[in-house]
């Protein structure tokens, strides 16, 4: 064989993902890491007098709101003989099944079994129609689908607590972080990861598909890699306007959200949002986001321009010339093969979520608590680094 041989094609071993890191489903070891922290199953408005049909970690599942303005998230199959409470009609105190009536509530008590002849007798309590608790906050509502006695609680965040003047807070889930698709056909890590690869910002968007952020992003950052308490967090320094120092904090922290500063607008100050990269299933995820806006509709309207068009108003051939996140990470697979990938020394970001992310899932296999799960609210209160800041220098 001539040297000139090596590396051709056919000599390539079989590929595989890591598993224990990707797959999200019950029982599996990422599965029942995520199953211990909270995630956005939809933006308020998704939870209204229509069932609607989610999709969670891998579960199907049915999110409404009762005529009491609760919100509640149930298995689909109906306790009683399976169908589908997809079908169900909602009322002031839960959902009622289509085939016998029988009607929950938000916990997943039955109410009423309308063909017996004591509809709300006892034998209502001998039931219960598998449910998830859900809590509302920042617009969206959150879900979650752990073991009952690990419960923990809900966090809030300094970045959607403290206000500048005129600010509130509003929820988005129309694209993935920089503008793209709503829901990426592909796993939800490879999404994550890229929020500690600031090495991509200055090629994917600032030189190879043209300028899509502010000017000072298409330039090579000098990056500092660094574990923080519930992640990992990426420092970039690039010179700034006036001889000052231009710093951007980016932070992926646990389970699944993403500090990046909007690269849109030339912001100073701490992180404006809040990005939650939700595990549909194994190879499906979208963005749900929440942050500080000081008009209605804001949040919806950064998005990423190629060619001077919106994500979804490019055609087949543009897509092409003008990759942007949605192509890239898409473009790896549906979940991409690990063992085909070359880390190098701007992967480090990779490289430390991944292992962080490892060590939370032995954790929890081992029967402890991960990182991030607080059981008061003191402790559920977050601050972060993330941001965009000039130094003088
Ligand atoms: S299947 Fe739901 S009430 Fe019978
Ligand atoms: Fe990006």
Request: with cysteine; proline share 8%; aromatic share 10%.
């Amino acid at each position: 064989m001539s040297v000139t041989d090596f590396g051709s094609a056919y000599a390539r071993k079989p590929p595989n993902y890591n598993a224990k890191l990707t797959e999200v489903g019950r029982g599996t070891p990422m599965g029942e890491l995520l199953r211990r922290y909270w995630h956005p199953a939809g933006i308020a408005a998704d939870a209204g007098a229509t069932p609607r049909p989610v999709k969670v970690l891998g579960e199907e599942l049915i999110l409404f709101r009762d005529g009491q303005g609760r919100a509640g998230l149930v298995y689909p199959r109906c306790c009683h003989r399976g169908t589908t409470l997809y079908y169900g009609k909602i009322e002031e105190r839960g959902i009622r099944c289509c085939y016998h009536g029988w009607l929950f509530d938000v916990e997943g008590h039955c109410l009423e079994m309308p063909c017996e002849p004591n509809p709300s007798g006892p034998q209502c309590q001998r039931v219960r129609q598998p449910w998830y608790p859900v809590e509302e906050r920042y617009g969206l509502v959150f879900a979650y689908l752990g073991p009952p006695e690990k419960k923990p609680v809900l966090p809030r965040y300094e970045c959607l607590e403290v206000m500048g003047p005129g600010e509130f807070v509003e929820a988005d889930d129309s694209s993935i972080g920089s503008g793209g698709i709503v829901i990426a056909p592909c796993n939800w890590l490879q999404h994550f990861e890229n929020v500690v690869d600031p090495y991509h910002v200055p090629v994917l968007h600032g030189t190879f598909s043209g300028p899509q952020f502010v000017e000072q992003m298409a330039t090579f950052p000098k990056v500092k890699f660094e574990y923080g308490p519930r992640g990992v967090k990426a420092t970039s320094i690039r010179p700034g306007p006036n001889g000052k120092r231009f710093r951007r904090i980016t932070e992926a922290i646990v389970p699944t959200l993403r500090l990046v500063a909007n690269p849109r607008v030339a912001q100073y100050g701490m992180v404006e949002s809040i990005g939650w990269t939700l595990p549909i299933d194994d190879t499906h995820y979208r963005i749900y986001v929440a942050g500080r806006v000081k008009e209605k509709g804001e949040l919806a309207k950064f998005k990423s321009r190629y060619n001077g068009k919106t994500w979804a108003e490019l055609s087949p051939e543009e897509h092409q010339q003008f990759p942007g996140d949605t192509e890239a990470q898409v473009g790896q697979g549906a979940i991409t093969f690990h063992s085909e990938e070359h880390l190098m020394s701007s992967d480090q970001g990779v490289s430390m979520l991944r292992l962080f992310l490892r060590k939370q899932v032995d954790t929890v296999a081992a029967g402890g608590d991960p990182v991030g799960v607080a059981f008061d609210e003191e402790s559920a209160y977050v601050k972060f680094d993330a941001g965009q800041f000039l130094d003088e220098v």
